[in-house]
């Protein structure tokens, strides 16, 4: 069975702060997604990460793939009250067929 | 449309009633995961449609949980004699690419489903 594990599941920090977000497994993945989602909406995709050892940015947020393609970290820098939300890593394309498998999530509140 | 359209946002049913979810994807899309995410939880994956064909069931709970897409668009989940056990919301995804690419998803805002 695949499974996605995030670290740390909750986190709780106050404005300007960076933190980091881990995503790991013992399978290795075609792709992985980062997801954020805020209450009562679904998961809005970030990004996509193909290439073992990439490195995304995307403002203030910096995505990595293990070189293996088995984990992921997620890097905020001078976190703002607007990045409150749950962030869920995904894996796709796998051997194991068609689904995209999710992470139970990180969420993470950033207070003014 | 624009987005994932999902009805109904909110049902209540009583243990024991049958529901229908429906999922309208953005149009073209070929690729239509149906997800259940509990409270404070990821979602969990349930079946996967490639346009009308389903290939992918594993993650049906039960033989309660059905799921069709008959021309291709249109989705609708469909859980009968509902528990309590069934209550989540009901996350529908869609992608452009199909099969094993389908990695970017585009989701719908849920169907939260309570059963009492």
């Known amino acids: 069975t695949q499974l996605l594990e995030q670290s740390p599941q909750f986190l709780s920090i106050q404005e300007g702060e960076n933190l980091t977000v881990y995503c790991n497994s013992s399978s290795v993945f075609s792709s992985l997604q980062w997801y954020r989602q805020e209450p009562g909406e679904g998961p809005v995709l970030l990004v996509t990460v193909v290439t073992g050892g990439e490195v995304k940015k995307l403002k203030r947020l910096t995505f990595q793939f293990g070189d293996a393609r088995k984990d992921s970290s997620l890097h905020i820098t001078a976190a703002q009250p607007g990045d409150t939300g749950l962030y869920l890593c995904?894996?796709?394309?796998?051997?194991?067929?068609?689904?995209?498998?999710f992470g139970a999530g990180t969420r993470l509140f950033v207070k003014a | 449309g624009a987005g994932v359209s999902q009805s109904p946002r909110y049902k209540v049913a009583k243990r024991g009633q049958d529901v229908a979810l429906r999922c309208d994807p953005i149009s073209g899309h070929v690729s239509l995961f149906w997800y259940q995410q509990a409270l404070g939880q990821g979602p969990e994956f349930l079946t996967y449609f490639q346009n009308e064909a389903q290939l992918d069931k594993s993650g049906l709970p039960s033989d309660r949980f059905f799921a069709e897409r008959p021309e291709g668009s249109v989705s609708t989940l469909k859980i009968q004699r509902t528990q309590q056990e069934d209550s989540a919301v009901y996350l529908c995804?869609?992608?452009?690419?199909?099969?094993?690419?389908?990695?970017?998803?585009?989701f719908g805002e849920g169907s939260r489903l309570t059963v009492l």
């Open positions: 995904a894996g796709a394309g796998d051997t194991g067929g068609f689904k995209t498998i």
């Open positions: 995804a869609s992608s452009l690419v199909p099969g094993l690419r389908a990695g970017e998803l585009f």
